[in-house]
């Protein structure tokens, strides 16, 4: 089974910007659904991005300065976050079709 590792998260200032990975341990070749979600401290996990071979979706609260992308050579899924807010702040996960999620990675924006 493919298992999924988050990097990439931490502390940045309100403004800033992170970048995300998700490096699956197997091929991530044709799969055509993959996501991030985040959970913030005391909420339940919300869906971030979205990928499809049909386009990509994204929450409103995101729009505009979050970008999610792939690298099949790599066997990575990214998330670029820009303008960070304090809201941001949250665990970030990455899933793939099967219920296959990562452990998660910590954002922290502080204003």
């Known amino acids: 089974q493919v298992r999924l590792v988050e990097s990439g998260g931490g502390l940045v200032q309100a403004g800033g910007s992170l970048r995300l990975s998700c490096t699956a341990s197997?091929?991530?070749?044709?799969?055509?659904?993959m996501s991030w979600y985040r959970q913030p401290p005391g909420q339940q996990r919300e869906l971030v991005a979205r990928m499809t071979e049909g386009g990509t979706k994204y929450a409103d609260s995101v729009k505009g300065r979050f970008s999610i992308s792939r690298d099949n050579a790599k066997n990575t899924m990214y998330l670029q976050m820009n303008s960070l807010k304090p809201e941001d702040t949250a665990v970030y996960y990455c899933i793939i079709p099967g219920g296959i999620w990562g452990q998660g990675t910590q954002v922290t924006v502080s204003a």
């Open positions: 197997g091929s991530i070749f044709g799969i055509n659904f």
